[in-house]
């Protein structure tokens, strides 16, 4: 599913070395030699054009002081003078003085499909977690390629997109198989229909070369980093392409970069995790029956969740609400742990009587145009991107016995899961090889943010990537599962963000801290 994005289911002068390409961006990829070289031609331009900053659009929601610009990209870094697209880009500039200020701060929240534009309202909601950060960085925010204002995709019409009920995800029959497999032939189809044009381009590599374009478009000669989610994907390829433009770099809630994880692999790893934070999820729920009423054990919980999916099946709440929908609302939960009581609210309601309160939640609102409009767009990206950037399995009965199989353990997420990514098994555009993501000459300390318990990027992402990035650092929460866990209150990482970020500082050796604190109902 839309790694960080949950609910998918239903974002100056010319400077030194923004010229050379680090000769690591080669690294003995056929075809990529040119691709460095675009970049470095892109970059150079962008340096030297700069943004015009501006008052936002009124209708993009970002009032000021947050300012909004455009940057010029190259659909095809191999054709860099080629067809150009414009990426939209904001900033809100430091709050502390002249002298604290350390350059800029660029943001990605995940997806893929992420739009990063709300980063500067951190500063402007007087966010105290990231307050001592923003006394010395800009905080800057973008549309990578395809999202949002960015030369956005699309594969399928929004309000057709949004529509429910949808089928259950989890099959009863062969004929349930064959339909799904069906809608997820259309929905590529659909893509190279509406979005062709685009598609080979969609790619990981392509927006970290985009990333360094806004780098040199900023006027900074090297980049200061802060990814969360497939963000981190994102700056662990731009580690590895552009390893000597990197001042410092923050991963959060890390996605595995080995090559064999990327996609089909990954989504498989997160249908195990998604479990374990559910019953996290329903031990809590059960811990505070007093609030809920429903059930003191994690098995009653269940027990309750699987009578609701029951229902819903042979009559959608308020006739839109199924199966399907009920896992795209109830996925938050094992998500973010802010998701905990609303969900828990709803369902409890629900079990009380109540209907309505879980059909607001779970039910699409056609009468939301543009938030429909997001919504398909960022499934849109989230497929692209990730059906471009590797080879997919294509054989059915591959996809068919990992399912089963993981369904009969793991059945919260994996079907659901499933029938995402086929559109991946008859995608109409060239699958990459995905970037060897290692340490070359010049990369700096990164330092690596993780929870235990997360769901949507496992654990061992970030001890793979720590082991992939030497004198990297890696902070565990430990007993914790919060999907993004640099935003929260738990000071034992906050400090150390502040400390990297604001000092250069590291610890000598990696860290384990104890969790933030569990939501109270």
Not at 67 to 86: E, F, L, N
Not at 144 to 157: K, L, N
Not at 276 to 305: C, I, M, P, S, Y
């Amino acid at each position: 599913m839309a790694l960080g994005s949950a609910g998918a289911l239903v974002t100056a002068t010319l400077v030194a070395g923004a010229v050379t390409a680090p000769a690591a961006s080669a690294a003995g990829r056929p075809g990529q030699d040119r691709e460095a070289k675009g970049a470095a031609v892109a970059a150079a331009r962008a340096a030297k054009a700069g943004i015009d900053w501006q008052d936002c659009p009124a209708d993009w929601g970002l009032a000021k002081p947050i300012q909004c610009g455009w940057v010029s990209v190259p659909v095809d870094y191999a054709h860099p003078y080629g067809k150009q697209i414009k990426l939209a880009v904001d900033r809100i500039g430091n709050t502390g003085t002249p002298q604290e200020r350390q350059g800029s701060l660029v943001y990605n929240p995940g997806g893929p499909g992420g739009s990063g534009l709300r980063f500067p309202t951190r500063v402007t909601n007087k966010n105290p977690v990231w307050a001592n950060v923003a006394k010395a960085y800009d905080f800057v925010g973008f549309d990578p390629r395809g999202v949002g204002h960015s030369a956005p995709i699309s594969c399928i019409d929004p309000q057709e997109f949004v529509k429910a009920p949808k089928m259950d995800p989890v099959p009863d029959t062969e004929a349930d198989k064959r339909a799904q497999r069906k809608l997820a032939r259309e929905y590529a189809e659909g893509c190279a229909e509406r979005s062709g044009a685009m598609l080979p381009f969609m790619t990981t590599p392509n927006t970290a070369r985009d990333l360094d374009v806004i780098r040199a478009a900023l006027g900074e000669k090297k980049l200061n980093y802060l990814g969360v989610s497939y963000g981190t994907y994102l700056g662990a390829v731009y580690g590895t392409l552009f390893p000597g433009h990197l001042r410092r770099m923050i991963v959060d809630s890390v996605v595995d970069p080995a090559r064999e994880n990327i996609w089909y692999e990954a989504n498989l790893n997160q249908d195990i995790a998604f479990e374990g934070r559910w019953k996290d999820w329903e031990d809590w729920v059960a811990a505070n029956d007093a609030a809920f009423h429903l059930g003191t054990t994690r098995a009653a919980v269940q027990a309750k969740w699987l009578q609701l999916r029951a229902t819903a099946k042979k009559n959608p709440l308020g006739g839109v609400v199924g199966p399907a929908e009920l896992i795209s609302f109830f996925q938050n939960a094992p998500y973010y742990d802010s998701s905990w009581v609303p969900v828990a609210t709803a369902f409890s309601k629900y079990v009380a009587g109540d209907t309505k309160a879980l059909v607001d939640a779970a039910a699409p609102d056609m009468s939301d145009t543009a938030g429909n409009i997001t919504a398909e767009n960022g499934n849109a990206v989230y497929t692209a991107v990730e059906c471009t950037d590797a080879k997919w399995p294509t054989s059915w009965k591959k996809w068919d016995r990992d399912n089963t199989r993981l369904n009969k353990d793991y059945p919260f997420m994996t079907w659901a899961n499933a029938w995402m990514n086929l559109p991946c098994a008859t995608w109409p555009a060239k699958q990459r090889t995905p970037v060897e993501v290692t340490t070359h000459k010049g990369l700096p300390q990164v330092l690596i943010v993780q929870s235990t318990r997360d769901a949507a990027t496992p654990y061992e992402g970030a001890v793979d990537l720590h082991k992939r990035f030497q004198g990297s650092r890696l902070i565990t929460e430990k007993d914790a599962g919060s999907h993004g866990v640099t935003g929260l209150v738990n000071p034992c990482i906050n400090q150390r963000v502040d400390s990297y970020l604001i000092d250069g500082k590291l610890d000598g050796a990696d860290v384990t801290c104890g969790p933030h604190a569990t939501p109270k109902p």
